[in-house]
């Protein structure tokens, strides 16, 4: 079984394939390297293309997603060469990744899944008009189509197509920490899609210290951040084990999507730390918010919702039993598992 991702870097979608590879386990395929390194123990993993993209393919993507930089590019030239070098069943992470499975089927006959992470099937207007028609293409052709909420779900539904919803994983803490510091935690991959003004505007409105986690795409909207809301703490790139520490000396974790249909990892991961979370009603990870946190429609609604826990220990208690009693269910390994089960389709 073959795992395939378009990029090796600091995205979530990579670590869903790297912890798909490991558990079930499958031979990780990877297009291209980014510049994030990456702990690849027990992961079989074969990069098929070295160097960087080229210019036509990075504006092509800047069109679409222009605040993800020249590292996140869709490679076209070698989405397609790649159909020749990749064999067995395989699932492909993202619908881009997919092109390669329906042109392998095209030529070679060869059934193939695809995990959709973010479907632009209800993206409007004239710009989304050839992203919408291949992923139709690519979804009618693949004979299993994963997804990582219902919101996806949902919208593949409504054009004619069926999913299965696999969330993506955590590992659970053994145990957790009730005493906590009146720190409010956000962790992402921070660009201008992710607003991180927001979490600035609400900074200086809660009553505890705000900590923004995570690495920057853009090294400029960093340093404007920081000089615009010096009361947020700011980390830029951490390791795992510093995270792992916040995670476990804060109160509240915080996460807003802007029309972002899949959970985001952090959101699990502050969960199997039995962390309270408040996000938005723009975010796939919604889904997931049952007594352990709020679904909040605006960050003024947010401010209340996070003075609330950091007020109210009883409160944040009880929603911090309640997530890591949701975040067991999410365990990596049972993620993996059903990735496997689906896998069995193709054979």
Known sequence: MNIVLRILWKGGVTRVALEEARLIPAKLIVYRRGETKYDLTNVNVEVLFQGKSKWLYTFLTSIYAKQRGNEATVDLDRIIKARDLIKGPSLFHDQFAGLTGYLRKRKYGEDYAVYIHETSLDNKGIKWAFPRALEKRILKESKVIVTNSYWNKKIMEENGFRSEVVYPGCYPKEKINLERDKIVLTVSLWDKGRKPEVYGEIAKKIKGKMIMAGSWVNKEDLEEFKRKYPEVIVTGPISEEELQRMYDRASVFIRFGFHEKGPGLGVLEAMASGMPVIVNDQLGSRELIKDN????????????????????????????????????????????????????KLL
Not at 311 to 324: A, G, H
Request: aromatic share 10%; hydrophobic share 35%; glycine share 2%.
């Open 293 to 344: 946190g709020y679904v909040v429609n605006n960050w003024d609604e947010s401010v209340d919702r996070i003075n609330e826990i950091l007020e109210d220990e009883k409160v944040r208690i009880e929603f911090s039993k309640n997530s890591w009693e949701i975040a067991k269910s999410l365990h990596w390994k049972n993620h993996a598992e059903k990735i496997k089960e689906l896998m069995q």
